[in-house]
């Protein structure tokens, strides 16, 4: 059966950012296990530097499947930067979140995947329902008492970030910190840089500390700050990295784009010290990056 695509109603403008949405969504709607899309725009604003929403419910015993495939989708579909960066702070879901060209800027999409028949599968507010199989028949969405998003969360958060993700992390995260400074979000912007820097610091634990390797996540972040100064003070590298952060910390969340610019370059800078072949391995999209962030 074809998908139903809910049209617009009369007399509304058509965010341009809707284009990027259903270009994976239509994607995604080819599959039969996807039983409904919802899209979320962005926010309009002057910089076009919003977040984008696309909600994937799934049935329940595909999620996973469709969470391994779904950077590789994004990257075909609608060129995204950077690989996407998994976000593991949501409770009920499985998110990521990429940017993508759209225009002569960037535009950040988050996919939700959640599983059929459960509460997370209710429409956001405020979305756009771009398909809906609810009326279609075949095999039920969700099985009786089987809900694979706990173990799926569970294995997200044990996974240990390598040092490429948790640049694409932290240079996400200077995108949001960016657009919520100059908009005025000074709260929003203060807590995005303390999470933009916490993964740097992961970057840096990862690469640099004896020790460091797989360990539960919690586990990392429970230790916090605490000693990493004289940690890091042990090494030459160390002791690089460390002014760097400390600079990057001072320097706060970046307003203008004069101070994006420092902040990315310092970002990449304190990186290619500590795992210098995460930066090599990530230096097309990188440049594509600041390309489109007009930092060249």
């Known amino acids: 059966m074809t998908p139903t695509l809910v049209s617009d109603p009369p007399g509304t403008a058509r965010p341009p950012a809707l284009a990027c949405l259903e270009r994976v969504a239509a994607a995604l709607g080819t599959s039969p296990e996807v039983r409904a899309l919802h899209a979320v725009p962005p926010q309009a604003g002057p910089h076009h530097d919003g977040e984008a929403l696309l909600q994937a419910v799934v049935r329940g015993d595909r999620l996973g499947d469709l969470w391994n495939v779904l950077d590789t989708l994004v990257q075909s579909e609608v060129g995204a930067v950077l690989p996407g960066w998994r976000d593991r702070s949501v409770p009920d879901a499985l998110e ?20 059929a028949g459960t509460p997370a599968a209710e429409p956001p507010v405020g979305s756009r329902t771009l398909l809906d199989r609810s009326d279609e028949g075949g095999a039920p969405d969700r099985a009786p008492g089987d809900d694979p998003l706990p173990a799926l969360l569970a294995a997200e958060h044990q996974r240990e970030g390598d040092p490429a993700e948790l640049l694409t992390e932290t240079l996400v995260r200077l995108h949001v910190v960016h657009a919520d400074a100059r908009a005025g979000r000074s709260l929003e912007a203060y807590g995005g840089f303390t999470l933009m820097c916490t993964a740097l610091r992961e970057l840096l634990r990862v690469s640099l500390i004896a020790g460091a390797g797989p360990a539960p996540r919690a586990e990392r972040y429970a230790a916090g700050w605490a000693g990493f100064d004289d940690t890091l003070a042990l090494t030459p590298i160390g002791r690089l990295c460390r002014g760097e952060l400390r600079a990057l910390v001072a320097a706060g969340p970046p307003v203008d784009n004069a101070a994006l610019a420092r902040a990315a370059e310092r970002v990449l800078r304190t990186a290619g010290h500590a795992a210098p072949a995460a930066v090599a391995s990530l230096a097309g999209p990188t440049d594509s990056y600041r390309r489109y962030l007009h930092l060249d």
């Open 96 to 115: 990521s979140v990429h940017l993508v060209p759209q225009d002569d800027h960037l535009v950040r999409l988050r996919v939700r995947t959640v599983a």
